[in-house]
């Protein structure tokens, strides 16, 4: 799976709208819903907050799952 696939399914298993993880990470709505449509992707600095409040990691999000 892509990036935004990854980060799709990581919020959603972890319940959260994408709205609620823009105010954990402190962006736009928006810019949630573009990472999810692969439309841009986030700073690595951004990207390491999004995994940290998803519990996992840019690794996860970047190569898919380990599971």
């Known amino acids: 799976m892509s990036f935004a696939e ?8 972890k319940k959260i709208s994408q709205l609620e993880l823009a105010q ?3 962006v736009n709505q ?3 819903a573009r990472f999810e449509l692969g439309q841009r992707f986030p700073n690595v600095l951004l990207g390491d907050q999004i995994a940290k409040k998803l519990d996992t990691t840019v690794d996860e999000l970047v190569n898919g799952q380990t599971e």
């Not at 990854?6 to 298993?13: D, Q, T």
């Open 6 to 13: 990854n980060l799709r399914v990581a919020r959603e298993k």
């Open 24 to 26: 954990l990470v402190k």
């Open 30 to 32: 928006s810019a949630i």
